[in-house]
């Protein structure tokens, strides 16, 4: 019972989508024999040093000793169980450990199924709390360009309104507010006029406005940007102002990718929800969290509904809890904040010659983030084939050709990655 490549790659052609993608696609698809620290190893052989870390995921690298016996341990006792009722050492664990991690005065978690369903619950927690309050009028939510917060109806709704396709879905997406994204880079010197149009923008529309949604300091899939901490104190201080909720999306930022074990912790702010996902398993089983402040549950409790209306049937799955506990004791134990640094170090150093490149419009990194903006998008169908050619996995988007390698890269590894990029941009 085991499927030769062809047969894999036949079946996968006829009947399997990607992401983002058309079945009619001719771009080429590649098989996964098995994954084993930083390499992905194809049916046909050829290994590849991962620099895409399973889009932000899987930080500890692929098959890891201490993560499978993890999953084996709870395997050996309970794989799944309902939430509604009933409650399990892992998840309680967990919940712990994030409460304890995360930024000050988040109390109170939702663990969720991904992503995406974990902004869901952000957005409904937002707008719950102000109908509590009396003020349901409160119910839009101030998002930025350049945003990215998944791919269901809420989330896409408060994504950046080109980039996510917002035409596409004229009349069935809610209609949301959007700031200009933030324009004063990580490093750059600030100045007032940067935080100007979100002021007009909560001053104009506050009294309609249940939370603004960002992610911090790093926009991810909507951009790749880096901006400066300074805008993100801004905004805290402004929705406190205006009250209006902030809610913060760590899920690509969350456990250390930036250089910080969460990127609010640049700017020294805390949100009053926060989202989590992609590494919170170390790229291993599906699973989001929602964490709130006691004020916003307590609140939200003692509202009409009387309780939070949201529950997913596999919510805290005690394999993708117990999974998550072990990934979150590995990260802490090691020297991450130093691992992330050599990574900023070798992904500067490695991508600098990008720059002289006529086809490149800008080279940038922020922790374990590499990101090489191109004047024009990448033709996918010839630069992953030559990414492949010279062992490295890439999967560009558009103009940026990016990388969030696992954290267990070796220096000789990241040169690999970063020498390949070179050579194949410079060809492309
Ligand atoms: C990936 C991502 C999401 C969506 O998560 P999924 O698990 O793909 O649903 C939301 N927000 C940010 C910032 C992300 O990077």
């Given amino acids: 019972m085991s499927l030769s490549q062809e047969q894999i790659l036949e079946i996968d052609k006829n009947h399997i989508w990607h992401p983002y ?43 890891h000793p201490e993560l499978n016996q993890a999953i084996h341990r709870q395997l050996e ?19 712990q450990t994030l409460v304890e ?3 000050r005065d988040l109390e109170q978690v939702f663990f969720c199924d991904s992503g995406s369903v974990a902004v869901e619950v952000a957005l409904k927690m937002a707008v719950q709390y102000w109908h509590a309050k009396g003020l349901p009028q409160k119910h839009k939510i101030l998002s930025l360009r350049s945003g990215y917060h998944g791919d269901t109806f809420g989330a896409m709704s408060v994504c950046d309104p080109e980039t996510g396709m917002h035409q596409l879905f004229n009349g ?9 994204a933030p324009g004063c880079k990580f490093d750059q010197p600030w100045d007032d006029r940067y935080i100007q149009d979100i002021q007009q923008q909560l001053e104009q529309h506050h009294q309609q406005l249940a939370a603004v949604i960002l992610e911090p300091i790093v926009q991810g899939a909507g951009g790749m940007r880096f901006y400066s901490p300074e805008y993100l104190r801004r905004v805290k201080q402004l929705c406190a102002h205006f009250d ?24 020294d702010i805390s949100p009053d929800i926060l989202c989590l996902g992609k590494a919170l398993t170390g790229g291993y089983l599906t699973l989001a969290a929602t964490l709130c402040t006691n004020a916003v549950a307590e609140t939200i409790c003692a509202g009409e509904a009387g309780c939070f209306m949201h529950g997913p049937t596999f919510m805290a799955n005690p394999l993708a809890c117990a999974v998550a506990n072990k990934s979150i004791e590995l990260l802490l134990k090691s020297p991450w ?14 991508l600098a010659p ?23 998008p990448v033709d996918m169908a010839r630069i992953t084939p030559a990414f492949v050619q010279q062992g490295v996995w890439v999967r560009p988007f558009g103009t940026r050709v990016y990388v969030m390698p696992p954290y267990c890269i070796t220096t000789e590894q990241l040169t690999t990655l970063t020498d390949a990029i070179f050579q194949v941009l410079s060809h492309h």
């Fill in 354 to 376: 990008c720059s002289e490149l006529q086809s490149v419009a800008d080279v940038r990194c922020l922790g374990a983030i590499g990101v090489v903006e191109m004047k024009e």
């Fill in 172 to 180: 069935v997406l809610a209609e949301q507010l959007f700031s200009e």
């Fill in 77 to 95: 006792s309970t794989a799944h169980v309902m939430f509604g009722g009933l409650t399990h050492e892992p998840a309680a664990q967990l919940a």
């Fill in 101 to 103: 991690i995360s930024p």
């Fill in 244 to 267: 209006v909720l902030l809610i913060a999306d760590e899920i690509a930022t969350g456990f250390g990718r930036a250089g910080k074990l969460f990127a609010c912790e640049f700017a």
């Fill in 21 to 63: 993608s058309s079945i009619n696609s001719t771009q080429e698809l590649y098989a996964v024999e098995s994954c084993s620290g930083v390499s992905i190893r194809l049916k046909d052989g050829r290994e590849l040093i991962d620099g895409m870390a399973s889009w932000w995921s899987m930080i500890h690298g692929y098959n």
């Fill in 337 to 350: 904040q130093e691992k992330i640094r050599d990574i900023e170090k070798g992904l500067r150093g490695g």
